[in-house]
């Protein structure tokens, strides 16, 4: 179980939307290479960044930030936000980043998802960001007529590496993960499944660590590590516990 703290970007600043909405959005620091150092020095083993802008732009455009933040740190980054060609999955690879995530693409042009699993085996994940079941694409500006499960279920054997699975309605609003989707698509599919959206406080890693959530790769960790309402040391050692006994 990997408990990813995330590092949202939007002109350049970490920050962290409610619900998807760039209007809502709170900057919490305005050095996100910084804020990516003090993760690691936290004991994180694995950083998740979202490019926002190019969410909606459909390219990259927080890339200074980003590679600022690679060059900052020791540990596996994943990013997502408008990665929507080969191009762009190359040349994050390329760059540094361990796994870039699909997300509108896997919508539109699941072609690309697969092409990419195949050439950069374990180095690809899906983003399937859902609001009422139903898929969100375009940096959640759109919805699609598609579940998480019929996306997912199109890369069963395409070698991705993990679906990421935000409940929108959830996301930055600490009102604790959707657990009980999250742990229903993991059980329906073979590709690892990670939870993110409402992270909240310790009872959600106690909830991760259940023998029900057993599936889970792990949970995306946002407002709540900023706030201060989840408490990096303990979480962590509650993981690392748990790994031991396993």
């Keep these: 179980m990997i408990l990813f703290p995330a590092i949202d970007l939007k002109e350049g600043l970490a920050v962290r939307l409610e619900q998807g909405d760039m209007a809502r959005a709170t900057v919490f620091h305005r050095d996100p290479a910084a804020q990516a150092r003090a993760f690691q020095d936290q004991g994180f083993e694995y950083l998740h960044i979202v490019d926002l802008d190019g969410a909606f732009a459909g ?32 040349g994050w690879l390329a760059k540094g980043v361990t796994r870039v995530i699909i997300g509108t693409a896997a919508v539109r042009n ?3 998802v697969k092409e990419a699993a195949q ?6 994940a899906v983003g399937l960001d859902a609001r ?13 007529e598609l579940s998480a499960l019929e996306i997912a279920r199109r890369f069963e ?7 990421i699975y935000t409940d929108i309605a ?18 329906a599919i073979s ?28 949970a995306i960790a946002g407002r709540a ?16 516990d748990a790994r031991a006994v396993a």
């Design 59 to 90: 390219k990259p455009v927080n890339t200074a930030a980003v590679e600022r933040i690679l060059e900052s740190i020791g540990i596996p980054v994943q990013l997502g936000g408008g990665v929507r060609d080969m191009a762009t999955v190359e």
């Design 110 to 112: 699941p072609a690309l």
């Design 119 to 124: 050439k950069f085996p374990g180095r690809v």
């Design 132 to 144: 009422d079941g139903k898929v969100a694409v375009e940096g959640w500006a759109e919805a699609s």
């Design 157 to 163: 054997d395409a070698g991705v590496a993990a679906i």
């Design 170 to 187: 959830r996301d930055g609003m600490l009102k604790g993960l959707n657990l009980d989707a999250t742990i229903a698509l993991a059980d």
């Design 191 to 218: 590709i690892p499944v990670i939870a993110s959206g409402g992270l909240a406080s310790i009872d959600d890693i106690r909830a991760l660590l259940e023998p029900r959530a057993r599936r889970l790769e792990g």
């Design 225 to 240: 590590l900023y706030d201060g309402r989840l408490d990096a040391t303990e979480a962590l050692r509650l993981m690392r």
